[in-house]
């Protein structure tokens, strides 16, 4: 989802505006997927924080909105409290303050602040503060041209929420058909201790219950609900309202040094796409592509430390234990799509097929390179154990991936893949494009029982790494990496693999 986009319909078709205040973590991008998912092309959004600073966008960096027409809503956080009461309809999303301070820790781990109870205990008291001054000005007044919407009640009954909501959009008979696809078409994302769990088109779930925080505390617990629904209003030190929680510029750890992003490019896993929305999420000047930009090795050799400042992510196809990347002292995060081995193989046999200039260029048919054991065979011998590890077993693959932060996905996933690196980073999501989109028929063209036996052979370990993602629902999302534990990823795969 982008941070902005109008309605791609003429202005009588249009839908009003309707203002949107939140809470953090209340559920603001999943009702804004709802909105967008039920009304199509009529409805159009401004994410406020962002596009004010984008002068590419049409944002009139007012809140509330002074464009109207093709925004039909716009959002705001209020995070210095100061943005004035709307005179038009509405709506204030907020949460059970408990549930949200968990949620927004998470968030606060994420970006790679420290994770233990004294982090939690000052983060929460905050955070607390804020909340009931948030809610003293935007949930408690009577105000009635607002409608609230509850974060409990979207997720437990996202019909019934969405029906009442929709009217503010001039939608008093709602499809009901339409509702209920939408609903179910919603990808569910989770996090439980820094690991961020996908469940694509699983529809809208609830899924946290506070007592099962690893911090949770009864009598603090009990403090912090006091402290954000019945303490008396604190003034807030200006800027001091946001605290941790505001967007970080960078995220820090390991003495103070961001955390740095290598995407591996493994051929023929939708690294067009990927690279575009990379280039989107990060901002095209701190992405370095190896081959696109120059050259990995030479622009860190001549810039030194420098590169690693004005770049915050490199990716290309180099594999992920690349010297130049995995320096010791930068906190680093591997990220990565994977594919169906078959269609891998049998995609990057046809892009060098047609490629004379392409180092493994042949035009050897397929079966006979694998027979014959040539080059291509060689190269494509579980590459993605091998360019996400430089391992080519899978379990010592997985072993590895399970010990360093790292962020996979599978081909059939890959908007998912998008959703949760875009909150990992804290911003919005971005629709994967579809560049190069390769063509179908490979079972057609490639369905010879001894070639797909070939294939499966030379490919056997990479086919339990893709499948151990894909039993993530597609996403396996390590942010807090435990030593010596395979069973995250690869659990109940063999002791031993049989040799490709």
Known sequence: MEPYFEAQVAPEAQLPYVANVSWPRSGHHLFVRLLHGYFGDRFGYCEYHVPRHRPDLSCCAQAPCGKGGPISMSKNHDFELDMPVPETPFVVQYREPLAALESEFELFVRNGNPDNERAFAEFARKRARVYRAFTAKWVEPDMPQRTLVDYAELVADPVGTLRRMLPLWGEREPDETRLAQTIQSVPHVSV??????????????????????????????????????????????????????????????????????????????????????????????????????????????????????????????????????????????????????????????????????????????????????????????????????????????????????????????????????????????????????????????????????????????????????????GVYANLRPRSGMIAPLGHGLPARAVDA
């Open 192 to 473: 439980r201790g820094s690991r961020v769990h996908v469940q694509p088109k699983s529809g809208v779930l609830l899924d946290r219950n506070v007592e099962a925080f690893r911090y949770y505390d009864a009598a603090f617990f009990d403090e912090l609900r006091h402290i954000a629904l019945e303490a008396p209003v604190e003034p807030l030190p200006q800027r001091a309202r946001r605290t941790e929680l505001a967007k970080p510029a960078v995220v820090r750890a390991n003495k103070g040094k961001r955390r740095f992003f290598a995407y591996v490019h493994i051929q023929k896993t939708a690294g067009t796409s990927m690279r575009a929305v990379l280039r989107e999420l990060f901002g095209p000047q701190q992405v370095f592509w190896h081959g696109e930009d120059g050259i990995l090795k030479d622009a860190v050799e001549a810039q030194g430390e420098d590169f690693f400042e004005r770049y915050r992510l490199v990716g290309g196809h180099f594999d992920a234990v690349y010297p130049t990347v995995c320096a010791p002292n930068r906190p680093l995060m591997i990220l990565g799509m994977t594919r169906d081995p078959f269609e891998q193989i049998i995609s990057h046999y046809e892009y060098v097929y047609h490629r004379p200039e392409n180092p493994l260029h042949t035009t050897e048919p397929l079966i006979d390179l694998l027979e014959a054991d040539a080059r291509f065979a060689q190269h494509s011998r579980n590459i993605q154990c091998r360019m996400l590890s430089a391992k080519p077993r899978a379990r010592d693959a997985m072993t590895y991936l399970t010990r360093r932060p790292c962020l996979l996905g599978t081909v059939p996933a890959s908007q998912a893949f998008v959703d949760t690196l875009a909150d990992i980073l804290n911003k919005p999501t971005r629709a994967l494009p579809r560049i190069n989109a390769g063509s179908k028929g490979y079972e057609e063209r490639y369905g010879d029982p001894k070639l797909r036996a070939l294939i499966d052979r030379i490919s056997l370990e990479d086919r339990m790494l893709v499948d151990a993602i894909t039993a993530k629902g």
